[in-house]
Each structure stands twice: as structure tokens, then as C-alpha cells.
């Protein structure tokens, strides 16, 4: 399976196009590659672009596993991050029941993802922490909520706003990418207040829950700031973890252009 | 000259087209060749704005400059241009911090900081090649503008970075004395006719009579 040269790579015409920004095989974007690869014609060229680097690797056996054919990769723009890579559909893999079974593998796959569960296990420490244990990760907390300057670790509910904050973070410099948004920065300072924190204490009858989050999110960039917003709308609505506390809780967005 | 001598203050506010090749600066994808074609051209805006406003004391603007202060990282051996997002894993008071960056209502990486990282010497003179640009479109005095002396002591001192190069903060502050010394020697020598020294925080001193505390702008 040889490379086509970068001129021949050029001369292409994919018959499909799709951006996948910054997600990795492992993050769906195995899923995404099969959905659009089944709307190319036997033969065609589906073009994948990408910001992460492992894709590259990635994509030559994964298409000796399903039957098609790795062409090459070209970058974005020179100097810039991000290549194009060109894929063709397999002819076989692409007619008859090969097709058929690909189609029903790629429903399956999406209704596992639907399933999903995630799992921790959390065992409390000697003293006032706990671990959190998750894949291949293991990270402490302190206390439910603490009120002091300094602390061995985090708190519960500071855990609980920086996952808010990092979701959304991350969230959204992925969702620039995608849509070729160049973030010079994107900072977020995330603020929550509790109905009643003498309830959790127990010096008072009431409701510990959060009354209010405040979320703001400072994006620094020369592009349409007209789409960096859109961009960040998008991000907070397909948050799971935002989505989540809005129904909870009043959850409050601002965006600003800094 | 008239009765009342005018001039302006304070920096002008950057077309975007500045604030591009600022950026682009800042991320080293521009030659200063490129950088010094779009300064040099709102400069000479600038200055054809003042002239037919008919102010007396021209100022060129301060286009090239980061902001007021944190700009001699330009120009010093030993400063680093420091976002205040790159220093928050080495501030020793993060609640202060927090409570301050509220306060200014900024992302940390909107503030940048001239950080002293070792000994401090001028690499280039810190404000002669603006003074000879400005005087270059103009026949009317010119006024630059330097730091004082008490705004880099105040703002270049942070210990975690600064403590290998320096033994105390009044070591530092006499360097940072003799670098403008320096300057405003070349300024006058050149035919400047004002400098202005800019100490927007001895005025939170003598207010407040605070010293210890630490103020980015």
C-alpha cells in the first residue's frame, strides 16, 4: 500500500470532507471516520482533517482492518497545525454484505457508546481525604467544603466546579479548532454559591445545595468574535457536565472577547 | 509656544491591525522588519493627527509597546515578558491572587508582566529608536515616555524568578535606576525634549501607605 506523493495527493477530489479538530481515535472519532466513510462511493476518497498528531498513526492500520486504503497526508497549511489525510474506500469493503455488516457494526457501535457507563471506585483515606480511582488515574480530595486558605487538597465542591470549568475549557478550544477558530488564549473563572452552608455543617435545618454557578469564559482572539460566540453556545448546550448542573441548579454563562 | 503648553498622555488605542502584529510578535511569527512597517505607519498617524489637532508636545503613540511598562522586556537582558497566567503555579499567595484578578475583572493572560530573570542590562536602548522615529515626522518637541523607577522595582521583583539573579529587591531597584539613568542620558543627549516618568502606583502608596503589596496593570 503505497503513499501517493504530495502532488498526486493534491490532484485528488475527495468525495467526502469532514473536520475532525481535536479528538483521537480513542475519543470518537473512529466512530465519526465510519459514518462519513460509508457515504463515500466504492473507490471514492474520503478527506479527514485533524489537529492531533496521533491520528496519523492511527489511520494506516485502521484502514488495513476495514478494508480500505491509507493515501497519504498533507499539511493544513505550511507552518500551520493540522493535516489533511486521504483515505479510499475500500472497493470490496464497500459492496454487498461487506457493506451491509459495516452498517449494522457502525449502529451497534454508536448504541454502546449511547450505553456508556463511566466508573470510579473511591475509597475514603486515613484523615480527612478520600482517592478517587478511574482508568489510569488516581487523585485525592479533601473535605465536602472547606473554607480555608490552605488546604492538602482540593475540596469536594471546588472538584466539582474546576470538572465544570475544565469541561468547558477544553470543550471549548476543541469546538475553535473545528471551527478553524485561532484562540490565542481562552481562560475561564468559574464562581458558586450554596443555598444554605450551615446545612452541611449541620448547625442549621436547610438545603446545602448550590443556588447559583457563574460561569465566564475570557476568549482571546482576532477572528469573527461573532462565531467564537456561536462556538462557545455550542460548547456549554453539548457539555454533559454543564448540561447536567443547568437543570440542577441556575447556571449562569457570560462570554467576553478579551 | 502658547500660553498653555499641551501635550497627551497616556497610550493611543491600537488599530486592529496593531494589535495584530502585537500578537504576532508576541508569538515570534513576525520579523521586526514586518513589525516596524505597520508601527511606523500608525505612528506617522498619530503624529498627523496631533499636528492638525495642533497640540505642542508630540508622543508617538506608544504603538510598539506591550503596554506602558512590561515593554523594556524588549529591550533588557534578564526581563521576561510574563503572563500572569504562566506565574500562577509559582505565586506563593493564590487566594490573594484570585481575589485580585476578580477585582481588575481580566483573564490572567490579559496581564503581562516585565519579570526579572537575571541580571538587568540594556540589550538596546529602551526608547531612542521611537524618539528618532517620532522626531523624524515632526519638527514640533517631542515627548517620550519611560517607566518610573518604583513601577519596574515593584512589578520586575518576583521572588520565585528573581531571587537567582538578585539578593534583595533594593539590589534590583539599583539596577533598574541605573538602566533609566542611562537612558534619559541618551534621551537628552539626542535632543529629547521631555521625558515623563510614569509612577501610577506611588500614588496607592502615598494613599494607602501600603508598600508590601503587589500591583499588575
Given at each position: 500500500m503505497a503513499d501517493l506523493s504530495p502532488l498526486e495527493l493534491r490532484a485528488l477530489l475527495p468525495d467526502q470532507v469532514f473536520d475532525g479538530g481535536d479528538l483521537d481515535c480513542g475519543s470518537g472519532l473512529a466512530l465519526i471516520i465510519r459514518e462519513h466513510m460509508l457515504?463515500?462511493?466504492?473507490g471514492g476518497v474520503l478527506e479527514l482533517k485533524s489537529r492531533e498528531p496521533s491520528v496519523a498513526g492511527d489511520l494506516p492500520p485502521w484502514c488495513r482492518l476495514s478494508g480500505h486504503e491509507f493515501l497519504g497526508s498533507l499539511p493544513v497549511?505550511?507552518?500551520?497545525p493540522g493535516e489533511r489525510h486521504f483515505l479510499r474506500r475500500g472497493v470490496a469493503a464497500a459492496t454487498g454484505e461487506a457493506e451491509a455488516a459495516e452498517r449494522r457494526a457502525l449502529e451497534e457501535d454508536k448504541l454502546r457508546a449511547r450505553g456508556y457507563e463511566w466508573r470510579l471506585r473511591v475509597r475514603a483515606g486515613e484523615g480527612r481525604f478520600s482517592t478517587v480511582y478511574c482508568r489510569n488515574f488516581s487523585w485525592k480530595l479533601g473535605q465536602p467544603a472547606s473554607f480555608e486558605e490552605r488546604d492538602q487538597h482540593p475540596s469536594a465542591v471546588e472538584a466539582l466546579l474546576g470538572a465544570l470549568g475544565s469541561a468547558l475549557a477544553t470543550g471549548y478550544a476543541a469546538e475553535c479548532s473545528r471551527e478553524g477558530l485561532t484562540m490565542d488564549d481562552i481562560e475561564i473563572t468559574v464562581k458558586g454559591r450554596l443555598e444554605n452552608i450551615l446545612a452541611h455543617l449541620g448547625m442549621d435545618e436547610g438545603d446545602p445545595s448550590f443556588s447559583m454557578i457563574e460561569v465566564r469564559c475570557f476568549a482571546s482572539t482576532l477572528d469573527d468574535e461573532s462565531k467564537a460566540k456561536r462556538a462557545w453556545d455550542r460548547t456549554v448546550a453539548r457539555s454533559p457536565v454543564a448540561a447536567t448542573l443547568a437543570k440542577a441548579v441556575t447556571l449562569k454563562t457570560t462570554f467576553t472577547i478579551a | 509656544m502658547t500660553i498653555f503648553t499641551t501635550t497627551q498622555v497616556g497610550s493611543w488605542p491600537r488599530s486592529r491591525r496593531m494589535l495584530r502584529a502585537l500578537r504576532d510578535r508576541r508569538l515570534g511569527q513576525v520579523t521586526r522588519a514586518a513589525f516596524d512597517r505597520v508601527a511606523d505607519d500608525e505612528v506617522r498617524r498619530t503624529v498627523r493627527i496631533q499636528e492638525e489637532a495642533g497640540l505642542d508636545v508630540l508622543v508617538d503613540g506608544e504603538h510598539r509597546r506591550d503596554n506602558f511598562y512590561s515593554f523594556v522586556t524588549d529591550k533588557l537582558e534578564g526581563a521576561r515578558l510574563m503572563s500572569l497566567a504562566e506565574m500562577l503555579d509559582e505565586m506563593e499567595d493564590k487566594s490573594g491572587f484570585e481575589e485580585m484578578l476578580t477585582t481588575l475583572d481580566v483573564p490572567a493572560s490579559a496581564i503581562r508582566n516585565p519579570t526579572c530573570v537575571g541580571r538587568l542590562s540594556?540589550?538596546?536602548?529602551?526608547?531612542m529608536d521611537d524618539f528618532r522615529f517620532v522626531k523624524s515626522l515632526t519638527d514640533r518637541p517631542v515627548k517620550i515616555t519611560l517607566p518610573g523607577p518604583y513601577l519596574l522595582t515593584r512589578s520586575m521583583w518576583v521572588s520565585a524568578y528573581t531571587k537567582k539573579a538578585y539578593a534583595s529587591q533594593r539590589e534590583m531597584g539599583e539596577g533598574v535606576v541605573r538602566i533609566l539613568r542611562e537612558e534619559l542620558q541618551d534621551l537628552a543627549g539626542a535632543g529629547c525634549e521631555f521625558v515623563q516618568f510614569d509612577e501610577p502606583v506611588l500614588t496607592e502608596v502615598v494613599l494607602?501607605?501600603?508598600?508590601g503589596r503587589r500591583t499588575f496593570m
Open positions: 457515504l463515500v462511493p466504492p497549511r505550511s507552518g500551520q | 540594556r540589550r538596546e536602548p529602551l526608547a494607602s501607605g501600603e508598600c
